[in-house]
T-cell receptor
């Protein structure tokens, strides 16, 4: 099992729809979870972080964390073509102290 | 806003050359990191540093070394560049707390011919 797993996609959604991106992780002791957005040819940009179970909302973005099931998700409401990018999930592994990145999910928002 | 800068956006070097990649952050962060990113392999940690003059090997340190003489600056050195080191190199910094978020620089796309 990979330490942090994401479906590579591409995930294609129409403009205005909700995009749902999922991530699972292997370390039960993990406490910190991050979502990064990466446009083609650019570096990752931090968009959300979440530490507690439940939902955290920031504008059109909602991060959801379920530690018991070891998954974290990112919802993007009212998706826009400018949201088309690769989304990286990152999990801080308590046993190694390292931030482990998933391979990323490519999102395509079609006008 | 956190700002992490890298010395070059694009770099072309020849096999066997010594290559220096510089990274500077302006947020007084204790932690700094070097990654490389390759299609299909994701982000891989090369080296990191939690303090000045301190360095730790990441997952793929072979063929690389680092230097951190000042808190704000973290340099990655390719001692003798090889074609398999052609990649996107990303520097990141993070404040000193367990599990803190990392902020990335714009990246350097290095091509070794």
């Amino acid at each position: 099992q990979k330490e942090v797993e994401q479906n590579s996609g591409p995930l294609s959604v129409p403009e205005g729809a909700i995009a749902s991106l999922n991530c699972t992780y292997s370390d039960r002791g993990s406490q910190s979870f991050f979502w990064y957005r990466q446009y083609s040819g650019k570096s990752p940009e931090l968009i959300m972080f979440i530490y507690s179970n439940g939902d955290k909302e920031d504008g059109r973005f909602t991060a959801q964390l379920n530690k018991a099931s070891q998954y974290v998700s990112l919802l993007i409401r009212d998706s826009q073509p400018s949201d088309s990018a690769t989304y990286l999930c990152a999990v801080h592994f308590s046993n190694t102290g390292k931030l482990i990145f998933g391979q990323g999910t490519t999102l395509q928002v079609k006008p | 806003d956190v700002k992490v800068t890298q010395s070059s956006r694009y770099l072309v070097k020849r096999t066997g050359e010594k290559v220096f990649l510089e990274c500077v952050q302006d947020m007084d962060h204790e932690n700094m990191f070097w990654y490389r990113q390759d299609p299909g392999l994701g982000l891989r940690l090369i080296y990191f540093s939690y303090d000045v003059k301190m360095k730790e090997k990441g997952d793929i340190p072979e063929g690389y070394s680092v230097s951190r003489e000042k808190k704000e600056r973290f340099s990655l050195i390719l001692e003798s560049a090889s074609t398999n080191q052609t990649s996107m190199y990303l520097c990141a910094s993070s404040p000193f707390r367990p599990g803190g978020e990392q902020y990335f620089g714009p990246g350097t796309r290095l091509t070794v011919t």
